[in-house]
């Protein structure tokens, strides 16, 4: 049985849809372990509802180098093999990301590599875009930069606000993000470059 640490910072929706995934048998997998770099972090006491153990470090007060080599102790101990940010608000570092080459997954809120970064739904307002969406991407060393595994695409209303559009692109998050994981713990698809080749693709 392959296994997932996931990280979060906050609410935890993302965490519970894998949850949820993984009641029904169709995560390809485990989560093992839960960390949080938020003590009162929703998502924290959505993981141990679920029997999955949940951790909380501190990463005030810590170079960026030192909290990540701590979280990936944690993950290793726990022998993880994919690990997921599900609204984790830090950036990692290389020291992080080399750890687990190609075995980080990061939802976010737009169609990558439109509106990549912090507040993306009110990006795509400002910007007057009609369709935003949901991105799984593999996480590398910058940005939400690295090769997208899923998206979905999520109309923009006329009268939307940050908050209902927010909501609508969630939605699609919670479907594409099980999907995702999946389809890396079960290896069905293949890197090349930018791109990420499903099975029979
Ligand atoms: C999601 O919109 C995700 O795309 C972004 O942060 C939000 C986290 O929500 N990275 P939740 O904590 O999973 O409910």
């Known amino acids: 049985m392959k296994t997932v ?3 979060v910072s906050g609410r935890g929706s993302n965490l519970q849809a894998l ?13 093992v372990v839960v960390v949080s770099n938020v003590l009162t972090a929703q ?7 679920a029997g999955i153990p949940a951790l909380f470090r501190d990463h005030r007060g810590k170079a960026r180098e030192e909290f990540d080599a701590e979280i990936v102790e944690i993950l290793r101990h726990h022998g993880v093999d994919l690990v997921c940010l599900a609204g984790f608000m830090r950036l990692l570092s290389p020291v992080f990301v080399r750890a687990f ?8 809120p737009a169609l990558l590599p439109s509106f990549a970064g912090r507040d993306a739904q009110r990006q795509a307002l400002d910007h007057g875009v009609k369709v935003s969406g949901a991105t799984v991407h593999i996480v590398d060393e910058g940005e939400d930069s690295g090769p997208i595994v899923a998206q979905e695409a999520v109309p923009v209303l006329p009268g939307d ?16 993000y099980p999907r995702a994981v999946r389809l890396l713990l079960e290896g069905r698809c293949r890197i090349e470059g930018r791109r990420v080749i499903a099975e029979g693709e």
């Open 101 to 108: 080459p190609g075995r980080i997954l990061n939802v976010h």
């Open 5 to 7: 640490g996931v990280l």
């Open 161 to 176: 606000g940050v908050e209902t559009l927010a909501a609508r692109i969630l939605e699609a998050e919670h479907r594409i």
């Open 19 to 31: 949850i949820d995934a993984q009641r029904r048998s169709e995560l390809g997998g485990e989560i």
């Open 43 to 49: 998502g924290l006491d959505r993981a141990r509802r």
